[in-house]
């Protein structure tokens, strides 16, 4: 079954960055797309960024454009989100997911606040 773990949230200054890694198990990963998507308290879970299964086709939502970097490793099975310039609105919980159906990690809290 798919298992995926979410890491390297914190709490943050804004202005600051955060580097979080999704280990993904279960399926053929380097087959795989990868998204990431977040959380914040009280709204709709919504999508951050995705990319190819070879990581040569990279996407992300206008909010987060120019500030966060999704790339993966294949070899380790494992997918990242480089996050920069970080704002108060990017407070919520980051989940890793493929496009396909089944259940979400735990999810790693990001918390920008001064």
């Known amino acids: 079954q798919v298992q995926l773990a979410e890491s390297g949230g914190g709490v943050v200054q804004p202005g600051g960055s955060l580097r979080l890694s999704c280990a993904a198990s279960?399926?053929?990963?380097?087959?795989?797309?990868m998204n990431w998507y977040r959380q914040a308290p009280g709204k709709e879970r919504e999508w951050v960024a995705g990319?190819?299964?070879?990581?040569?086709?990279?996407n992300y939502a206008d909010s987060v454009k120019g500030r966060f970097t999704i790339s993966r490793d294949n070899a380790k099975n494992t997918v990242y989100l480089q996050m920069n310039m970080l704002k108060p609105e990017d407070t919520a919980v980051y989940y890793c997911?493929?496009?396909?159906?089944?259940?979400w990690g735990q999810g790693t809290q990001v918390t920008v606040s001064s």
């Open positions: 997911k493929p496009p396909r159906p089944g259940s």
């Open positions: 279960g399926f053929t990963f380097s087959s795989s797309a």
């Open positions: 990319t190819s299964s070879d990581g040569g086709i990279k």
